[in-house]
């Protein structure tokens, strides 16, 4: 079940680093996505996209996370893509280059056949580089993985999670951005989920831009025989922030 499709978004796509924090005398910032893409002629296309990041300012070293994101894909009338993510994240700030997470997300994918995987995390992170125009980050963390896939039963294991951050101004108007994140179950250390991700964004206005994203996630050990390991996505958007 390999699939790659593009989708262009009518209004928002989202962030794909997490939401930056508010500017300083606010207390929330964030943006909202929703997308449609359709083809006729030869084979008929639709591709839904909603979603919604926030960022709630706690104090001068808190920042509160908030996301959710929703991916649906149907072809010739047949649903091709069916993905829902979301979750938050509590990140406290100790110096300029070094911060501490407390995080849970949830994970449903129809083609995957994941009815559920959740996953609450703790960690601590690092900013490798961290310059007015340049951000590069790493972070680790350690918790518990709770998956049910369809037609088995629920497993529950210990996890440990790793994360890749960059985020790359190189003008004015244009921003580079990367992410590459893993997880892996503590009963198995064969069994994990990868996720990398890779963006292009240009201003548009002070509260747009045009990003082009591409998207690639990998799990190592489908629940069941005949699922492709990877699915790929490459998404154009036009980002709406507030």
Excluded at 53 to 64: C, F, G, K
Excluded at 79 to 108: K, N, W
Excluded at 214 to 232: E, F, L, Q, V
Aim: aromatic share 10%; proline share 5%; net charge neutral.
């Amino acid at each position: 079940m390999h699939r790659f499709f593009v989708t262009i978004l009518l209004l928002a796509a989202p962030a794909s680093y997490g939401q930056e924090p508010p500017p300083p005398g606010q207390t929330w910032a964030g943006n909202f996505g929703a997308g449609l893409s359709l083809t006729k002629g030869n084979s008929d296309t639709k591709n839904v996209n909603l979603s919604l990041q926030l960022a709630q300012r706690i104090d001068a070293r808190n920042v509160a996370k908030y996301d959710a994101f929703y991916l649906r894909g149907d072809k010739d009338g047949d649903l091709i893509v069916d993905r829902t993510t979301f979750g938050g994240r509590d990140e406290y700030t100790f110096s300029p280059l070094m911060y501490a997470f407390g995080d849970v997300h949830y994970l449903r994918d129809k083609f995957k056949e994941i009815d559920y995987l959740v996953t609450p995390t703790v960690g601590g992170g690092y900013h490798i580089l961290k310059e007015k125009d340049l951000d590069l980050a790493a972070e680790g963390g350690l918790g518990f993985v709770v998956e049910k896939d369809a037609g088995l039963s629920r497993e529950t294991s210990g996890a440990l999670t790793a994360k890749q951050l960059l985020t790359w101004k190189f003008s004015p108007t244009a921003t580079l951005g990367e992410v590459a994140s893993g997880l892996w179950k503590t009963k198995s250390l064969g069994d994990a989920l990868y996720h990398v991700e890779a963006s292009l964004a240009s201003d548009i206005t002070a509260k747009s831009q045009l990003k082009v994203s591409a998207m690639d996630d990998y799990k190592t050990r489908p629940p069941a025989p005949g699922i492709k390991k990877n699915d790929i996505s490459l998404i154009a958007a036009l980002v709406m922030k507030f």
